[in-house]
C-alpha cells in the first residue's frame, strides 16, 4: 500500500495541476474546485499515515485554500490565484524525495510537542549533566519534588550510556565536552553536536561567551542561561518545556475584508491550535480589540474604509494597545511602501501570497518575543508600583530629601517642608547644609560627607534648625546610590523626628541634675543638723555619763534615775540622728561597707550581750539556738551587720508582750547562705501591714506609743542590700514576728588575717594609760566640750591635760610643751583641723607627733578623709567615755609610749 502511494503521486500532482489549468485560465467552476480538494484531502490523509508529514503539510494548506475559495461566492482577485500558484509548488517541493519519510527535524526546527496528560505511574525523565555536587543535587531534588525522575551524571561517557537506554525528557547541562572541561572554550568535537532524539536541552554557562552560545544553540540547546541561576527559574523552564510549549494559546486577529483570504489563515492558525478572531470592517478594531485582547494583528494593507497604515496608527496612539505586534499582509512588494508601513509601528511585512510556515513562524517568533516584552514590562510595572507604594508609605512616615553629588538638593517631600518650615520651591537647589544648627561642630559635617562620597551609609542623630529658628532633632539615614560604575551619584536622606525625644531626655537630664542637686544638698544639711546637734550632745551625753559612773555619795538614788533618764534620752536622739544620716548617705550613693569574714557565734553572742540591759528592764527572755554553727562564718560589715541586729532585736524586744521571749537562731540554706533568724512573743502583724514594714518614716498603728519614727527596718533592708544579702519577714497575728537576715556563708578558715584583730579591736580592752605619766593638749573652742574631756581624765591621775581654743595657740603650745598626744576638734576658727595637722608636720620634732581628730561629723567619709590626712585616730562627738580612752589606749599601744 505504501508503495502504490508513492508511485501515484506524480498522477495525482499532474491532476491537481490539470484541474487549476482548468480554473485558472477559464470560468472557475464548482464541480473543479470539489474535485480538487478531495484529490488534496486524499494525500494529507495518506501523507500522514506513511509518515511523510511534509506532503501532508503542503496538502492541507492547499486544501484549506480550496476550502476557502468554495465557502465565499465572491470574484477571485490575483492574489487568489498567485496563493493557490505558490501553495500547489509548495506541494510539488514536498514530493522531490518521496521515497523516504521525513528525517527529524533538525535542533533548530525543534518545537515542543502538543501538552499530552501525564500516565499513571509514568514521570518524565531529567538528566543533569554538571560539575557541581551540591547544586546538582539541589535541582534533582526540586525537580522530584514536581513529579519528575531525574539522574545526575559527573561525565559524559555514563550520561551517554543513560541515553541509549531511555530517550529523556529534557537535558540541563553546564559541560558540551568529551573531556571534561568546564565551558568557556568550546571543543570541536561538542558531545551534543548530533543530537539524535532532538531532546530540549537547557545550557548553563559560565560565561557570555558569543562563541560559546553559537555552539550550544548548533549542540541542541532550547534556553541558554548564564550562571548564577535560580533553581526555581530552572524548574520553571523545565515544566514549559516538557509540557509542550506555552500554557495559554496564542490570541490573533485578522483585519482584512477578502474573506477567501481570512478564510486561509484563520484555518492554518486554527489547526496551529491558536485562537483566531476575523474583523472585517475596520472602524470595530478598537472595540473588538479591548473585548478580544490580541497578541497579534494581522492587517492587511488595503481596507475598505481605511489603509492599514492609518488603523495602524491609531492603535499605536492607544498606550494600552503599544505591547500588540502587527504584521502587515500586503499584495505589493514595493520597497518604499513596505518601509511606510514599518515606519507606521509595525512589526512585519509578508507579502501575498504568503508561504503559511513563514505566517507561522513569523507569529510565532512575534508572539513569544511579545509575551517577553509584555512580561517584562509588567514585571516593571508592578515593581514601580510597589516602589510608588513604598514611597508613598515612607513618605507618610519620615522626612525624605535627596541631594545630588554636589550636596544640593533635589527632591524634599511634604514631611520635610512640614518640619522645616520651608516650602518645596526655597530648598530645592540648595546646599542641604543651610538646615544646620550650631549645636554640631564643622568636623560631624565632614565626617558624614566622607562617609556618603567612600560609597558608605551613614546613621546619627542630628539637630537641624527650622526656618523660624527653632531647633528639632531627627535620626537620620543616609544612603548613597551608586551609579553601574559603582560610583555615587545621589544621597537620600531618610529621617523621622525624635524631637520630643530628645527633650524629654534632656529634660529628664535636668531633672536628674536637680534631683542629685536637691539630694546633695539634703545631704550637706543633714551633715551639718548632725553635727550642730552632737555639738550640745557632746555636754548632754558626756556630763550624764560623768554623774553615772560617780560613785560617791554627792546624788541620790532618784537623781541617778534621772540622770539615766537623760542619758538614755540623749543615746535615743542620737541613734535617731545616725539613722537619718545613714539612710541619707544610702540614698544618695555616699555609704559604702567593708565585708570581711566575721565569726558567726562570737558575733552573735557580742549582739545579745548589747540587748540583754533592755530585756532584763523589759523582763524579756532572750535565747540562743547557734551553736550548732560554732565553725560558721558570714561575708559582711561587721559595724553595720551590728547595727542591723541590734535594731531587730531591740525591736523584737521593744514590741514584744509582757514576760515575752526572744529567740536568736541561725541555719545553713544550701551551701552558700547562713540566714539569722530574730524571732518574738509579741502581737504579730497581718499581710496587709508587711508590705510597708521596710518603707522610711512607717510605723504601724499599734506602735505608735513607743519610741522611734519608723526609719530602723528601712535603713536594716538597705545595709543588707548593701552587704549583698537579704531581709524579710514573716508574721501571724497573735503568734509573732519572725525576721530574717541572708548572708553569704563563710568558714573560719576562710577569716581574714586582720579581721580578728579588727573584732577583737572593737571590745573593750585594757587601759594601758591608767598609770602612764602622759601630758595631753585639746584643741577646742568649745569650753564645755573641753570640760567633758578633762572630768573624763581626772581618774588617771597620770595623765595632764591642757587646753588652746585656735590651732595656732595649741600649736605654740605644742611647741612650748612636747605633748605626747594632741587632741584635735576639726571645725575650729581661722585655721581648720586639717591644716593644723599638715602645718605641725612641717616644724622640727613635731613630724611624728600623734594626733587625734575629735569632731562632731560622724560619717564614714570624713572619717576617711581624716585618717588618711595624717590622723592617728577619729573620735565621734558626743564622746562616749569608753571610745575617748579605748582610742588613747591603741595609740600609746601603737606608738609605744610606755616609760624608758
Known sequence: MHGEFLSGLDANMVLIKDYWSGI??????????????????????????????????????????????????????DQHYRQVDLLIQLLKSSLR???????????????????????????????????????????????????????????????????????????????????????????PEAIFRRNDHRVPMIFVAYDNDIQVHFDAIRSGCVHYCLTPVNDGKLVEMAEVLISGGPRDPYRVMIIDADRIMTGFYESILRDEGMQVSVIADPLRTIDSVRDYRPELILINLHLPSCTGLELTTVIRQREHLSGISIIFLSTEADFDRQLAAINTGGDDLLTVPVDPQLLITTINSRVERARTLNRINYDLLNALRELENQQNAMDQHAIISICNINGSLIYVNEKFCAISGYPRA???GRDYLFLRSDLHDEELYRRIWRTLLAGEVWQGEVCNRKKNGDLYWVNVTMVPFR??????????????????????????????????????????????MSHELRTPLNAVMGFSQLLETNTGDDLTDQQ??????????????????????????????????????????????????????????????????????ADAAVHADPVRLKQVMVNLLSNAIKYNTPAGQVLIQ???????????????????????????????FTRLPQHKHEEGVGIGLALSKRLCELMGGSIGVSSKVGVGSRFWIALDRMTLQDLDDDAGARHAAAKPGGRLLDNLPLKLIYIEDNLANFKLVREILLSHPGLSLQHAETVPAGIELAVAQRP??????????????????????????????????????????????????GFDDYITKPIDIDCLLNSLNRVIERRNLYPP
Request: with cysteine.
Open 483 to 528: 551609579d553601574e560604575e559603582d560610583r555615587p551619584y545621589q544621597f537620600v536622606s531618610i529621617s523621622s523626628d525624635i524631637t520630643a525625644r530628645i527633650v524629654a531626655e534632656q529634660n529628664m537630664l535636668k531633672a536628674r541634675d536637680t534631683a542629685v542637686t536637691a539630694n546633695q544638698t539634703k545631704s550637706d544639711f543633714l551633715s551639718k
Open 426 to 428: 526655597e530648598v530645592l
Open 560 to 629: 541617778r534615775q534621772y540622770v539615766r533618764e537623760i542619758r538614755n534620752a540623749g543615746t535615743h536622739l542620737l541613734n535617731l540622728i545616725n539613722e537619718v544620716l545613714d539612710l541619707s548617705r544610702i540614698e544618695s550613693n555616699q555609704l559604702t561597707v567593708e565585708n570581711i569574714t566575721i565569726p558567726l557565734a562570737l558575733f552573735l553572742d557580742e549582739c545579745h550581750a548589747l540587748v540583754m540591759p533592755m530585756a532584763r528592764d523589759k523582763n524579756i527572755t532572750v535565747r540562743k539556738n547557734y551553736r550548732h554553727l
Open 666 to 696: 541561725a541555719n545553713t540554706q544550701g551551701d552558700a547562705k547562713i540566714v539569722i533568724e530574730v524571732v518574738d512573743t509579741g502581737e504579730g502583724m497581718d499581710a496587709s501591714q508587711l508590705d510597708s514594714l521596710f518603707k522610711p
Open 24 to 77: 485558472r485560465f477559464s470560468t472557475p467552476d464548482q464541480e473543479r474546485l470539489t474535485a480538487m480538494l478531495d484529490l488534496a484531502q486524499r494525500l494529507v490523509s495518506d501523507g500522514g499515515k506513511f509518515g511523510h508529514q511534509q506532503i501532508a503539510t503542503a496538502a492541507r494548506n492547499l486544501a484549506s485554500f480550496i476550502q476557502a475559495l468554495l465557502q465565499n461566492q465572491m470574484l477571485l482577485g
Open 820 to 869: 605626747d598626744i594632741i587632741l584635735m576638734d576639726l571645725q575650729l576658727p581661722g585655721m581648720d583641723g586639717y591644716e593644723g595637722l599638715r602645718h605641725l608636720r612641717t616644724l622640727q620634732g613635731m613630724g611624728s607627733l600623734p594626733v587625734i581628730a575629735i569632731s562632731a561629723f560622724a560619717n564614714e567619709e570624713n572619717i576617711r578623709l581624716a585618717m588618711s590626712e
Open 97 to 187: 524525495n518521496p521515497y523516504q519519510p521525513d528525517a527529524d527535524l533538525t535542533h533548530d526546527q525543534w518545537r515542543p510537542a502538543p501538552r499530552m496528560p501525564h500516565l499513571r505511574g509514568f514521570k518524565p525523565l531529567v538528566l543533569l549533566l554538571e560539575e557541581g555536587e551540591y547544586g546538582s543535587r539541589l535541582l534533582a531534588d526540586k525537580l522530584r519534588e514536581k513529579g519528575y525522575a531525574t539522574e545526575v551524571f559527573k561525565s559524559y561517557p555514563d550520561y551517554r550510556q543513560a541515553v541509549e537506554k531511555r530517550t529523556p525528557s529534557l537535558v540541563i547541562t553546564d559541560r558540551i565536552f568529551p573531556d571534561g572541561r568546564l565551558t568557556g572554550k568550546l571543543a
